[in-house]
């Protein structure tokens, strides 16, 4: 079975430009949640969609936000990027909500 | 975000010395994993913990749920290169959200 997919792998950009970062979960997977994961702050929860609808939120701007397809794939998208947004993010996938989450390679994004 | 206390944060070891590394909370947590991350990739499952006192074991890793549900352990045996990483441990909280450790940096010298 494969993994869980994440494109592009990396990514730069400049200040204020935006970002869409794509996620493909396990097959059959319906839940997929987003994290920052940066040297400073370690692993930071961005959100979780489950069957299209948004179930959870971190404590993220508005410039952060996401979606998920009914095939269960999903999109991060961040407006007006900031130099502190570069960091490393990590698509997870899992059955259900409350089950085990398997983690993507990540998106490592530069913002310059 | 809310984090969980690991530690070591860091730990230098000669190969064939065993490992133990631990997380704790202030919160009750319903499922307890831990995973490792190379540089560049990102975290692979290693142990999951569905109950209280629950102790798992994957080749030369094992790991415990604590009894509290406020900790977990995590081991390993007869460390070689290929264990370094960073190690992570994950908890659900009882709110259904997971939260992650800060990790624990693993070198293993040969």
């Known amino acids: 079975k494969a993994g869980v997919t994440q494109t592009p792998r990396y990514l730069i950009k400049t200040r204020g430009q935006q970002v869409t970062l794509s996620c493909s979960p396990i097959s059959g997977h319906r839940s997929v949640s987003w994290y920052q994961q940066t040297p400073g702050q370690g692993l930071q929860f961005l959100f979780e969609?489950?069957?299209?609808?948004?179930?959870n939120k971190g404590n993220f701007p508005g410039r952060f936000s996401g979606r998920q397809f009914s095939n269960s794939r999903s999109e991060m998208n961040v407006s007006t990027l900031e130099l502190g947004d570069s960091a490393l993010y990590l698509c997870?996938?899992?059955?259900?909500?409350?089950?085990?989450?398997?983690f993507g390679p990540g998106t490592r994004l530069l913002v310059l | 975000g809310q984090q969980l206390n690991q530690s070591p944060q860091s730990m230098f070891i000669q190969e064939g010395e065993d490992v133990s590394m631990n997380c704790t909370s202030s919160?009750?947590?319903?499922?307890w994993l831990w995973y490792k991350q190379e540089p560049g990739e990102g975290p692979v499952l290693l142990i999951a913990?569905?109950?209280?006192?629950e102790l798992t074991s994957n080749g030369r890793l094992t790991a415990q749920f604590g009894i509290t549900r406020k900790d977990s352990f995590l081991n390993i045996s007869a460390s070689i290169p290929s264990d370094v990483g960073i190690y992570f441990c994950a908890g659900r909280s009882t709110g259904n959200q997971f939260y992650f450790g800060t990790g624990t940096s693993l070198t293993v010298i040969p």
């Open positions: 919160s009750i947590f319903n499922t």
């Open positions: 969609y489950f069957s299209e609808t948004q179930r």
């Open positions: 913990l569905y109950k209280a006192g």
């Open positions: 997870a996938s899992s059955l259900g909500s409350t089950e085990t989450q398997y």
